[in-house]
């Protein structure tokens, strides 16, 4: 209770003089702020916490978590619109207008907290890009776009989960998570000699707000 009352005294002191990039309604959260191109990411980190049952008998250390809800605002934001994204849970977050100021509302578990991704374009979609038939042993480029609500390239990092599968169902070496930079993937893709030849499938997912795409390609010997 004295930190939170000294924060708030502070941050009286400090209203004229700094604004907060960010803010929220409760003294018990904490954030950190990145940035790439024009997308920002918000860290948001529950500091609820009271004491446990192994030694809050003794009053001397927090260490319990709690659930909380908390309203963050951005502010000094400097863009026409704003879309928030979950990216733990991949779903987009309601925006309310305040001034000049963007609030939503963000469900803090126990477990300890967000990364929130601040847009200033919709995310619109995904395609996944291959050629028609690839030959075993060869170099061939799997390309993963993304575009926001007008068709342009995002900006920022997307993060992507990579699932290619061969002929038979079989989950292929070149498959896992990997990062998207200004809305584009390339892989160096080879299939090995003796893949088996077929329809292979080519499947992603984003990791911001859960958009899906696929494609598929021959391979042949």
């Keep these: 209770k004295f930190m939170e009352t000294y924060a708030v005294r502070l941050k ?3 209203a004229s003089v700094v604004e907060p990039e960010v803010d929220c309604d409760s003294p018990k959260v904490l954030f950190n702020l990145l940035e790439k191109g024009d997308v920002k990411y918000l860290v948001v980190i529950n500091d609820n916490r009271t004491y446990d049952e192994r030694v809050g008998q003794y009053k001397a250390v927090l260490g319990k978590l709690l ?32 001034g000049d100021a963007y609030e939503f509302v963000v469900e803090l578990t126990k477990l300890g907290g967000k990364i929130i991704a601040l847009y200033p374009r919709e ?20 390309r993963i776009n993304m575009q926001d609500d007008g068709g342009a390239p995002l900006s920022g990092l997307q993060p992507l989960d990579v699932t290619i599968t061969d002929a038979q169902g079989a989950r292929n070496e070149f498959s896992g998570y990997d990062c998207a930079r200004n809305g584009v ?8 000699l003796n893949d088996e030849p077929g329809r292979w499938t080519v499947s992603a997912r984003d990791l911001t707000a859960g958009l899906t795409a696929a494609a598929e390609f021959e391979v042949v010997k």
């Design 123 to 142: 995310l619109g979609g995904m395609e996944v890009e291959t050629g028609t038939a690839i030959k075993a042993g060869a170099t061939c480029v799997i």
């Design 185 to 192: 993937l390339n892989i160096d893709f080879v299939a090995a």
């Design 67 to 98: 659930p909380q809800s908390t309203t963050v605002k951005i502010k000094r934001w400097g863009r026409r619109n704003l879309f928030a994204y979950d990216m733990l849970e991949r779903k987009p977050l309601d925006i309310n207008r305040a």
């Design 12 to 14: 009286e002191k400090l």
